[in-house]
């Protein structure tokens, strides 16, 4: 069982820019694929940016050269650095680990960004 918890969200200005954390209860060192979601209102969750056990990394085209996903297996943590905000960034943004072949999600932490 891992257990995330996300913390990092709020409101911020286009332009702005947040870190979102994501703590989990296991040694993320023996978890595989960690990952930012987000879902907006209305619309289906979809995939910000991923990171494998290796450091690859994935993103979304969308926040390509914006956002900058990374991991520190010391604090099982992992962050999704955000900048340059646009309004269509907001949405609530869940951490996703994958372990042992089973998916975890974390509770989401809203983002807003005003224009």
């Known amino acids: 069982q891992v257990q995330l918890v996300e913390s990092g969200g709020g409101l911020v200005q286009a332009g702005g820019s947040l870190r979102l954390s994501c703590v989990a209860s296991t040694r993320t060192f023996s978890i595989n694929d960690m990952g930012w979601y987000r879902q907006a209102p209305g619309k289906q969750r979809e995939l910000v940016a991923d990171i494998s056990s290796g450091g690859s990394t994935n993103y979304a085209d969308s926040v390509k050269g914006r956002f900058t996903i990374s991991r520190d297996n010391a604090k099982n943590t992992v962050y999704l650095q955000m900048n340059s905000l646009k309004p269509e960034d907001t949405a609530v943004y869940y951490c996703?680990?994958?372990?042992?072949?089973?998916?975890?999600w974390g509770q989401g932490t809203q983002v807003t960004v005003s224009s």
């Open positions: 996703k680990a994958v372990w042992l072949g089973l998916n975890y």
